[in-house]
């Protein structure tokens, strides 16, 4: 029998989809602060608040999401957040004091959280589950692209054009991406609250929650290198490498993500999650110990491998262990997890830069390295076989 399809229609739209509202997001977070430093003459830290904001809403959007998932359905809160999208992003063109600014990037957060929580969970109904693992990798690139491109093209189009234009070119982005939601069928399968009671608010899926766990302890890792790498490169006089170093972690993750995918579905996720933590923990210690541009680019090598894979992995694993009825829960328990371990962790650890220095920073990220591999296998790895 030949393999099930992988590429149907309704993923190629929520992939495509995806692509563009990531851009439209990375094209913004990484220049926001710099325009409201430019704009309203806000400090450093101010700025930083701006462009953080933006993940406390889209936290709080997958938490309130997750539970409407199985009410309303993920096509409808599709449509939700993709609205919520266009206004948000057309309310950038009136912000004209900082206040407003706020609560436009939070509003813009939500949005983010409604939208990709229900896109994620339509991209895993559309796939057969026997190559869901390989599916999500694939679908997963489609963020890593948006990762690697989206900076670039923020820098490079601000050398040209204005703030107010980049506004207008990212609303487009968003607008395109709304056409390709009229054409998706795929949806999960919703209560009938005419036959059964309305159930309880639930924020996480409890089976997915351990496997959360493991994503929030290494995306808190991973918040170091998103936070601090810019600075770390300028202490290490490696600034002209430093932007190569997304170019490289995304171009890995492109490479080995359909391959580690369709490993996972064959043999199993233990196979390719301790590798993935190993190398993880080397690249972590090559970027404690770089003093020169192959050293940072050989850590870009070994982190895109390492957490570009063991992100595309836990996903599937929380889609997985969670009910068939729960795929959107467990969905947007997978999100929550990663977007706490990325909001708050370059706060946590950053307060070990006075002490340790940024290549002593990186360096003791192997610490949680491997106290993701013990949660890891206490509560999925030891349990693999019985549930192959």
């Not at 430093?37 to 953080?52: I, M, Q, R």
């Not at 969970?121 to 057969?128: D, K, Q, V, Y």
């Not at 409890?206 to 170091?224: E, F, Q």
Request: glycine share 10%; net charge positive.
């Amino acid at each position: 029998m030949g393999k099930e399809r992988l590429w149907t229609k309704d993923f190629v739209i929520v992939f495509i989809f995806n692509f563009f509202i990531m851009l439209a997001m990375f094209l913004l977070m990484v220049t926001i602060s710099g325009y409201a430093v430019d704009e309203f003459n806000v400090s450093t830290s101010t700025a930083g608040l701006v462009a953080g904001i933006f993940i406390v809403g889209s936290l709080i959007g997958r938490i309130l999401t997750g539970h409407q998932l199985s009410l309303l359905g993920a096509k409808k809160i599709m449509y939700i957040g993709t609205a919520m999208f266009i206004v948000t992003y057309g309310l950038y063109f009136i912000a004209g004091n900082l206040p407003t600014l706020l609560l436009v990037r939070f509003f813009n957060g939500l949005a983010n959280g409604v939208a990709t929580t229900a896109v994620g969970t339509i991209a895993a109904l559309a796939l057969p589950k026997s190559r869901r693992g390989e599916g999500i990798s694939y679908f997963s690139l489609s963020f890593v692209m948006a990762t690697a491109l989206g900076p670039f093209m923020a820098f490079f189009l601000l050398q040209h054009i204005t703030y107010q234009t980049l506004f207008m070119i990212v609303f487009g982005l968003v607008l395109i991406a709304s056409v390709f939601t009229i054409f998706v069928k795929t949806d999960n399968t919703t209560v009938d609250l005419s036959k059964e009671p309305k159930p309880k608010f639930e924020w996480i899926d409890k089976n997915a929650m351990p496997i959360g766990v493991v994503v929030l302890i290494i995306c808190m890792t991973y918040s170091t290198v998103l936070s601090f790498i810019s600075l770390f490169a300028e202490e290490q006089n490696l600034v002209a490498t430093a932007s190569y170093f997304f170019l490289v972690y995304a171009s890995i993750i492109l490479i080995t993500r359909p391959v580690t995918g369709r490993i996972m579905d064959q043999r199993g996720a233990n196979i390719v999650i301790y590798p993935s933590f190993a190398v993880l923990a080397l690249g972590y210690l090559a970027l404690g110990q770089t003093s020169s541009g192959f050293m940072l680019l050989l850590s870009g090598v070994l982190l895109g491998f390492g957490y570009g894979n063991f992100q595309s992995i836990t996903q599937a694993l929380c889609i997985k262990v969670a009910d068939a009825k729960n795929v959107g829960l467990a969905t947007s328990t997978y999100f929550i997890a990663l977007d706490f371990g990325l909001g708050v962790g370059s706060y946590i650890l950053g307060t070990l830069v006075p002490t340790l220095g940024y290549s002593g920073l990186y360096s003791s990220m192997v610490v949680l390295v491997v106290l993701g591999i013990i949660v890891y296998y206490m509560v999925y790895g030891r349990y693999e076989r019985r549930r192959i």
